[in-house]
Nanobody, 119 residues
Framework: VQLQASGGGLVQPGGSLKLSCAAS????????MRWYRQAPGEQRELVAT???????DYADSVKGRFTISRDNVKNTVYLEMNSLKPEDTAVYYC??????????????WGQGTLVTVSS
């Protein structure tokens, strides 16, 4: 099982980006999916969570600006980020609780995608 994150880049303050995280491999089912971020010199921070039934939760710092969603057919989770601020600059990682076809359950991480908010 692998997670592949994409969609990062350079954006001006107030702009938008949409991150994607695609799961592939011998997947039986996907449970909770999360987006984390880690700014330089900071600890990794949980940004958004989505359950298998699309219940969502957000860090206070991104509420009203970020939206997490998932496509269970494509095994993909998204993070739509609007009204971006310089303090949103970080490497964004996806994480998921995935049951493989072997029925083992693991916590998997994507490789990270860099988001830079700067004028």
């Amino acid at each position: 099982v692998q997670l592949q994150a994409s969609g990062g880049g350079l954006v001006q303050p107030g702009g938008s980006l949409k991150l994607s995280c695609a799961a592939s491999g011998s997947i039986f089912s996907i449970g909770v999916m999360r987006w984390y971020r880690q700014a330089p010199g900071e600890q990794r921070e949980l940004v958004a969570t989505i359950t298998s039934t699309s219940g969502t939760d957000y860090a206070d710092s991104v509420k009203g600006r970020f939206t997490i969603s998932r496509d269970n057919v494509k095994n993909t989770v998204y993070l739509e980020m609007n009204s971006l601020k310089p303090e949103d600059t970080a490497v964004y990682y996806c994480n998921g609780d995935i049951k493989a076809t072997s029925r083992t359950i693991g916590s998997y991480w994507g490789q990270g995608t860099l988001v830079t908010v700067s004028s």
